[in-house]
Structures are given as structure tokens and as C-alpha cells.
């Protein structure tokens, strides 16, 4: 892929893009980038109108699925095998339909005043009962390797260090497990949360030694940690006094049972002394005695050791990563309009302007509510056409992309085409149309997590988020489908797109720690006329 070919210069102050770009220079770029050539974008316009007139003469004679298989078999060169034909119209459907019926879920939700947030746990909870993980992306990557290291190092703390697989003997195994479930509740919450603290069990141990260290960004020690599990009865509590009086702790907080927490505070109220331990909106918390003891036999007698898994970190942790991730994705979408520009100048040169045929069914589907779910035969219809755009060649920057994860880039750029409609038209504010493209990211994420499990899952939804190229392409849909349903429509959304972009610069610019770094890492690699 190429490079952007012209810089974005931001203005440090306000966020917002000082370039003198043309338009006619934004729609060349996109081109370049994403189709390599204007006779590729055509091409696509073209396969887009042709599948939305064929749907529109056939939804009422033939049933979706045959005519979906019927259509993609205009196009023999294309497919390995009857059967991938027909599996691939099957995913296409059903991949409109299930965004589709997220999407009703999702607003009954919130019309009951309830959250995204809550919403998306919830969808989380769904999918981790089937999927087993939850991955988004370089985000889930992230707490997958927190959860496998977890388990690793649980597995090293029973298992001698990891010498040849050996289950240590040792009468106080649950204690160094608690250490070690400890660190790993800390680090799996700070994964979930984007924090950059880390909780360690040194290797090495002295007389004072803490059991648990908490370090930042830069490997820095912030915290020594000791952790003290005793039976939770008296016998325990006059053992853990006699620990403490005999060991110098200094300023290290000491996290014990809860039972102890209030009689130890009174003996020794100079200590920190706690149950639980929180820095920087990350936190651990000491587990009852009786399951460490119960995890020691199990080790020790079952030769069965601890595996960390979904329930070990915060879904709705993930749940606001995600509802992060998906503004974000939204403000991008609303900011690509060089890709939306080429959308329209390809097909205006196509039919010419002055001569455009207005399409009914896009027409009904784009002055529909954003929460109508009534409109799944044009979606479907405009998916189909960008599987067979992408296979065909013309999209080389999506080759090889699963034909459910077009059908959702698709989705995508339809449903973020019809809110910035409604924006152009005064029916939602600018903060309401970001939120509303938000919540189509969402739709298309929490539709696929019973679909897909582990990488393959964290694959699609990282294309729904903050891939640009699919936010490009979807613009570009968005943008060609509605000069097909008509100048009333496509002209909205042109102006929807040019007004918007300030406000979605300033929701990137808020997401990220600084201007500058934003503007090297984001803008300046790949542009597609981003906030022309």
C-alpha cells in the first residue's frame, strides 16, 4: 500500500487540520491507496449499482438467499467451487442479519436508560460462554498475553520455577499461590483497564524481601507489596502477629485475609494492612484461605493447575475499551471524507450528475430511523457487491478478508452513511452522530462474538474499529450508495461529512496523549484524505 502522498498538519492548539488540500487531490489519493486505480473505483461503483437494481427487481420474487447465490454467479471467475458460492451468500446474509438484530437489542437497551457499556458486557458474556475469549484486536492481544502469562506463571510458582515439571511439595504452596494469583488478578485488570502498571513476584527472596512489586511504565519500583495468608481463625491470627513483629515491613502494604484485616489494623497501627490493594485505578484483592488451600491440593494431589480465563478479568473493563474503541473508529469514519469525495465524483462521472434515477429501496433505507433494522435485503445487496469488487480484484487492499467481514465494512459504511445524513438534515447533533456511529461499530462487534473464537475473533472485530482501510472503504460505500438512492440523499451526506469533521478531530485528539504523536503515528501513514 502506498504512502499517504500528501501530509496532514495539525494545528497543537486546537486539533484541527491546517492543509490546503483540494478535494480533486483527496480524491485522487484514495484512489491510489485503495482501489491503485480511478478505473478500479469505477468498476466497484459500478458492481454496487448493478447488485442494488437487481435486488430491487427480484426481493419480491425471489427469495434473499437464492437471489444473492444467483447473483454471485454472474461472476463464474471469481469462485472456487459452487459450494463457496453458496456459502459465502449464506455468510453474507447472516452476518446483515445478526447486525441487524444487535442493533434492535441494542437500542431497546438503551431506550430502557441503560448503558453501551453495559450493553456490550453483557454481549461479552454471551460470547465468552461460546468463544471461551474475547479478543479486540491489538487491545485483546494484549490481555490474551496477560492471561497466558498469568497461567504460565502460576505454573511456575507450583510447578518448582517450571523445573521438569515437578508439583512442589512445599506445606506453604497456597501461600506462594496467592502471591502469584495476586499479581496476576493486578496485571489482568491493568491490561483490561490500559494501564501501563505491572504487579512481579521476585525471583529472589530475603529475610524482609517483598513478596509482590508493582513497577510503572519504565520498570521503576512505585510499591512492595507483602502478602500474608494464614488460616482464618485465631491460631492463623496469632501466627500472622508473630510474623509481623518479627520482620521489619517498613512502608510496604501487607494484604491479608480479610478476617484479620480489622484486629491486625488495631495491633499495629502504623502498617498499611489491607485485603485489598489499588494504585492508578488497577487493584488486587486477597481471596479466601480456604480456595488458595483448596488450589494447593489440587496442585498437589490432582496434579491440576490454575488456568486463567475470561472470568479472571473485568468485562466491563472491556466493555468501555471497546465503546473507547468504537468512538474513536466512529470519528475516523467521520473524518475520511476524501474517501466519501471519490465516492461521489466516481459516480457522478459514471451517470452524470444532472441525469441520476433515484433508487427506492436505498432511498427508504437511508431516511429510515438510525435504530430501523427493516432495510436487510439493500445491505445485503451492497455486501454482495463488495465481495465480489474485493475478488474480483479491484480492492487489492482487502484481498484475502473473509466475506462476513466485508458484509460488516459494509454494514458499517451504510449505517455511518445514514447518520451523517441525519446530521446534514439537523436531526442529530454532532456529538449524537458520533455516538450513534459508535454504537454502529458496536452493533457489528457484539454481533459476531457467538460467530468466531479467539485470533479469528480478534481479526474482526480489530477490521470494525480502527482499521482504516475498512473505515475508507465503508466511507466510500457510504458515499457512491448515495448518489444511488439520489441527490437528496447524496448531497446531505456530502455536507454531513465536510461539517462533522471538526468535532470527530477533536474526539481523536482527546484520545490520544498528544497532538504530535498522533499526527506521526496516524495521520501521516495512511490519510485517504482524512478531515479534509
Known amino acids: 500500500m502506498n504512502q499517504a502522498h500528501s501530509p496532514i498538519i495539525i494545528d497543537n492548539e486546537t486539533g484541527f487540520i491546517l492543509d490546503e488540500t483540494t478535494e480533486e487531490q483527496l480524491a485522487d489519493q484514495s484512489a491510489a491507496e485503495l482501489f491503485d486505480t480511478e478505473d478500479n473505483a469505477k468498476k466497484t461503483s459500478n458492481v ?93 492481544r494484549s490481555i490474551d498475553k496477560a492471561l497466558e502469562t498469568a497461567t504460565d506463571e502460576m505454573a511456575d510458582m507450583i510447578l518448582n520455577n517450571g523445573q521438569d515439571f515437578v508439583i512442589s511439595s512445599a506445606r506453604q504452596l497456597h501461600g506462594f499461590i496467592a502471591e502469584a494469583d495476586l499479581a496476576n488478578q493486578f496485571n489482568i ?34 510499591e512492595n507489596i507483602q502478602v500474608k495468608l494464614y488460616q482464618p481463625n485465631e491460631t492463623g491470627l496469632k501466627a500472622l502477629i508473630k510474623n509481623i513483629e518479627t520482620h521489619d515491613y517498613g512502608d510496604s502494604t501487607i494484604i491479608v485475609n480479610k478476617e484479620h484485616v480489622e484486629a491486625l489494623r488495631e495491633k499495629f497501627p502504623d502498617l498499611k494492612i489491607s485485603s485489598q490493594y489499588e494504585r492508578g485505578g488497577v487493584s488486587m484483592t486477597m481471596d479466601d484461605y480456604e480456595k488458595h488451600k483448596a488450589a494447593q491440593q489440587k496442585a498437589q494431589l490432582e496434579k491440576e493447575l490454575k488456568q486463567y480465563d475470561w472470568n479472571d478479568a473485568s468485562r466491563m473493563n472491556i466493555a468501555k475499551e471497546i465503546g473507547k474503541k468504537a468512538l474513536i473508529g466512529a470519528a475516523f469514519s467521520a473524518g475520511f471524507q476524501g ?130 482501510i475498512g473505515i475508507a472503504i465503508g466511507s466510500f460505500i457510504g458515499a457512491v450508495v448515495g448518489g444511488i ?48
Open 48 to 140: 454496487l449499482a448493478d447488485f442494488v437494481a437487481s435486488y430491487s427487481q427480484h426481493k419480491n420474487t425471489l427469495p434473499l438467499e437464492e437471489w444473492l447465490n444467483q447473483e454471485f454467479a454472474n461472476y463464474p471467475d471469481i469462485w472456487v467451487s459452487d459450494a463457496e458460492r453458496h456459502e459465502t451468500a449464506l455468510q453474507v446474509i447472516e452476518t446483515i442479519q445478526q447486525a441487524n438484530e444487535t442493533k434492535v437489542d441494542l437500542y431497546a437497551h438503551l431506550d430502557k436508560g441503560k448503558s453501551r457499556e453495559s450493553w456490550l458486557a453483557r454481549k461479552i458474556e454471551q460470547g465468552a460462554s461460546s468463544a471461551g475469549v474475547v479478543n479486540v484486536g491489538e487491545y485483546a
Open 485 to 532: 438512492a439520489g441527490s437528496a440523499i447524496a448531497e446531505p451526506l456530502y455536507q454531513g461529512g465536510k461539517a462533522i469533521v471538526k468535532t470527530a478531530a477533536k474526539v481523536i485528539q482527546s484520545a490520544y496523549e498528544g497532538t504530535k504523536a498522533m499526527a506521526k503515528n496516524v495521520f501521516n501513514t495512511v490519510t485517504f484524505g482524512l478531515f479534509a
Open 339 to 468: 474517501a466519501r469525495i471519490l465516492g461521489r465524483r466516481v459516480w457522478n462521472n459514471l451517470t452524470g450528475k444532472e441525469n441520476q434515477t433515484a433508487n427506492e429501496d436505498l432511498k427508504e433505507f437511508f431516511d429510515s430511523s438510525i435504530k430501523n433494522a427493516a432495510c436487510v435485503g439493500v445491505q445485503v445487496a451492497v455486501s454482495g457487491a463488495l465481495v465480489v469488487a474485493v475478488k474480483s480484484g479491484w480492492i487489492k487492499v482487502l484481498q484475502n478478508t473473509p466475506a462476513g467481514q466485508l458484509a460488516n465494512i459494509a454494514y458499517i459504511g451504510l449505517e455511518n452513511a445514514k447518520c451523517l445524513i441525519k446530521f446534514a438534515n439537523g436531526e442529530l447533533t454532532a456529538d449524537e452522530t458520533l455516538d450513534a456511529m459508535g454504537n454502529t461499530t458496536c452493533c457489528a462487534v457484539g454481533g459476531i462474538y457467538g460467530a468466531l473464537q479467539g485470533a479469528a475473533l480478534g481479526a474482526e472485530i480489530g477490521a470494525l474499529t480502527l482499521n482504516p
Open 189 to 222: 485488570n491493568a491490561t483490561t483497564s490500559g494501564s501501563t502498571l505491572t504487579a512481579e513476584v521476585p525471583s529472589v527472596t530475603t529475610l524482609n524481601s517483598p513478596d509482590i512489586i508493582i513497577k510503572d511504565a519504565t520498570g521503576k519500583v512505585l
